[in-house]
């Protein structure tokens, strides 16, 4: 065989095999725009998310409006994970999957930038688990539903990161605006 033969097929199976250990991203196209993405987490010791609770702020009339601070994810090993959070809030009740299945895909419920009125960012969340049962969270209404991310299939969700705008004082705060998930390696 000449050499970019060789090359050719070493290339192919470093690309076989690097999808194989790779974990794949799953995201949306509406998260809101401000914050930082914080560090990823991961269900621990071959785990996957089964669960999911969030800390949701409730309606502050003449106040200022966060709506959705957080996600956490509940693991088959009974654990929970998750990345940055809002400071305001109460968590909900663990929404969990039928048995034996898992968290697999998601959509975010996201109100657009208001302009000169008070932002909330991402509202709600709704996830599929791997039997076709959907799971909508007790956020807010405010904002519309975006599409539904891809599916991680039978593997199902592992890893969390949201994106989450700090306390602004005195200016107008979103807290969680954006999340994305990975799911399980093969």
Not at 94 to 109: A, I
Not at 110 to 116: A, F, K, N, R, T
Not at 130 to 154: D, F, I, Y
Not at 178 to 185: A, Q
Request: aromatic share 8%; charged share 20%.
């Amino acid at each position: 065989m000449d050499t970019s033969l060789h090359a050719t097929l070493g290339l192919v199976l470093v690309c076989c095999l690097w999808g194989a250990w790779a974990q794949t991203k799953i995201e949306v196209t509406n998260g809101g725009i401000w914050g930082k993405w914080g560090e990823e987490e991961t269900c621990p010791n071959k785990s996957f998310a089964i669960g999911f609770s969030m800390k949701v702020e409730l309606p502050q009339l003449s106040g200022d409006d966060t709506a959705l601070n957080g996600i956490r994810l509940l693991c088959s090993n009974g654990r929970t994970i998750q990345s940055n959070v809002g400071p305001w809030g109460f968590w909900s009740p663990v929404m969990k999957c039928p048995s034996g299945q898992r968290l697999t895909q998601f959509r975010l419920r996201v109100e657009s930038c208001q302009g000169l009125k008070d932002d909330t960012a991402a509202d709600n969340i709704e996830f599929v688990c791997t039997g076709g049962v959907e799971l909508k969270g007790h956020g807010r209404c405010w904002g519309k539903w975006g599409p539904q991310s891809r599916s991680c299939g039978q593997r199902g969700i592992c890893t969390i990161a949201t994106k989450v705008e700090a306390p602004q004082g005195k200016g107008d705060d979103t807290a969680l605006n954006n999340v994305y998930f990975k799911c399980c390696r093969p």
